[in-house]
T-cell receptor, first 116, second 111 residues
C-alpha cells in the first residue's frame, strides 16, 4: 500500500508571510494524483489543490502552489500572503489508479497556526 | 445542490448498541467512501463502493458493515459498538480519477 508522510505535525506563520508544508509519499506506480486538503475547525474537508503526476508543471490556485518533485516523491504546499483564515489542519493525499476504487491515502496532517 | 450530507452529526452510544450512519450525495458519483478520523492518525479508510450494489473493505473494516442499495446512498453500520469506535466519521464521494468531496462528518462517542 502507498504511504503518505507529513513530517511536520505543527507549523506557524506570521500573517502575510509565506509558509511551506511538506509531504512525501511512497509508491511504485507511475500514474496517480496528489491533493492537499484543508480542514478548518468546522471539520469540513476542503480541497485546496491537486496535481496530476504526468504533468511536470506545478499546480497553482491563487495564493496556493505546490512543488511537485516526482523523482523525489515529494509534494509540498506553499501558502503565500498567509491569512488568518488559512489556519487549519492540512492533509496531503495520494490517489492510486492501480486498485479498484482508486483509493486515497492520507497523511497524518499538519496543523497550521497563523499569527496576527 | 447539497453535495455530500451525513446523518446524524452527533451520536452517543453505549457499548454493545448498534447504529447506522447515512451518507447521501446528489452529484451522481460512482464511488463512495467511509473514513474514520482519529487524533494524530489522519483519515483511515473503512469501506468503499465503486457502484450501486458493490462494497469493498478498506484499511480498518473490522466492526463495521456497509451497504449501497442506491447509487446516491452509502450506509455504515456498527452492529455492536465498542469504545475503540469513538471517532469522527467522514463520508466522501467522487468520480473515477477526480478528487473526493466530503460530508461534514459525524462525531460518535461510545461509552
Amino acid at each position: 500500500a502507498q504511504t503518505v508522510t507529513q513530517s511536520q505535525p505543527e507549523m506557524s506563520v506570521q500573517e502575510a508571510e509565506t509558509v511551506t508544508l511538506s509531504c512525501t509519499y511512497d509508491t511504485s506506480e507511475s500514474d496517480y494524483y496528489l491533493f492537499w486538503y484543508k480542514q478548518p475547525p468546522s471539520r469540513q474537508m476542503i480541497l485546496v489543490i491537486r496535481q496530476e503526476a504526468y504533468k511536470q508543471q506545478n499546480a497553482t490556485e491563487n495564493r496556493f502552489s505546490v512543488n511537485f518533485q516526482k523523482a523525489a516523491k515529494s509534494f509540498s504546499l506553499k501558502i503565500s500572503d498567509s491569512q488568518l483564515g488559512d489556519a487549519a489542519m492540512y492533509f496531503c493525499a495520494y490517489r492510486s489508479f492501480e486498485n479498484t476504487g482508486n483509493q486515497f491515502y492520507f497523511g497524518t496532517g499538519t496543523s497550521l497556526t497563523v499569527i496576527p | 445542490n447539497a453535495g455530500v450530507t451525513q446523518t446524524p452529526k452527533f451520536r452517543v452510544l453505549k457499548t454493545g448498541q448498534s447504529m447506522t450512519l447515512l451518507c447521501a450525495q446528489d452529484m451522481n458519483h460512482e464511488y463512495m467512501y467511509w473514513y474514520r478520523q482519529d487524533p494524530g492518525m489522519g483519515l483511515r479508510l473503512i469501506h468503499y463502493s465503486v457502484g450501486e450494489g458493490t462494497t469493498a473493505k478498506g484499511e480498518v473494516p473490522d466492526g463495521y458493515n456497509v451497504s449501497r442499495l442506491k447509487k446516491q446512498n452509502f450506509l455504515l453500520g456498527l452492529e455492536s459498538a465498542a469504545p475503540s469506535q469513538t471517532s469522527v466519521y467522514f463520508c466522501a464521494s467522487s468520480y473515477p480519477a477526480y478528487e473526493q468531496y466530503f460530508g461534514p462528518g459525524t462525531r460518535l462517542t461510545v461509552t
